[in-house]
């Protein structure tokens, strides 16, 4: 098992930044692929950026392209997710997901759709005010 929880969302005016953090317990980070979400009002939960077990390899949406940044610390046992330039569009509930891989697999996978995801977090809400 896997605990993840999420911090760092709140209020913010558009054009504005913020750095979301998912703090893991549990099992050894380093072997589990990571993924941010996101859920808006009425909306289906969508990918924004996912990260290799070893950082090395990263994906974005193309909403978050050129805005958000991935990253993770697995001495920390934490991923995090920094967004600049906030939009209106951005505001969502803002989700962290860990997909376990076993210590021999290909390091720099990295995976994008929900149903691969293991593990998730509670959420954590933005609010991007325009």
């Known amino acids: 098992q896997v605990q993840l929880v999420e911090s760092g969302g709140g209020l913010v005016q558009a054009g504005g930044s913020l750095r979301l953090s998912c703090a893991a317990s549990g099992r050894t980070f380093s072997n589990y692929p990571m993924g941010w979400f996101r859920q808006a009002p009425g909306k289906e939960r969508d990918i924004v950026a996912a990260?290799?077990?070893?950082?090395?390899?990263?994906y974005y949406a193309d909403s978050a392209k050129g805005r958000f940044t991935i990253s993770r610390d697995n001495a920390r046992n934490t991923v995090y997710l920094q967004m600049n330039s906030l939009k209106a569009e951005d505001t969502a509930v803002y989700y962290c997901?860990?997909?376990?891989?076993?210590?021999?697999?290909?390091?720099?996978?990295?995976?994008?759709?929900?149903?691969?995801?293991?593990?998730w977090g509670q959420g954590t809400q933005v609010t991007v005010s325009s």
């Open positions: 990260i290799s077990r070893s950082g090395g390899t990263t």
């Open positions: 997901a860990a997909k376990y891989v076993p210590s021999s697999a290909y390091s720099n996978n990295y995976y994008s759709q929900m149903r691969m995801y293991d593990y």
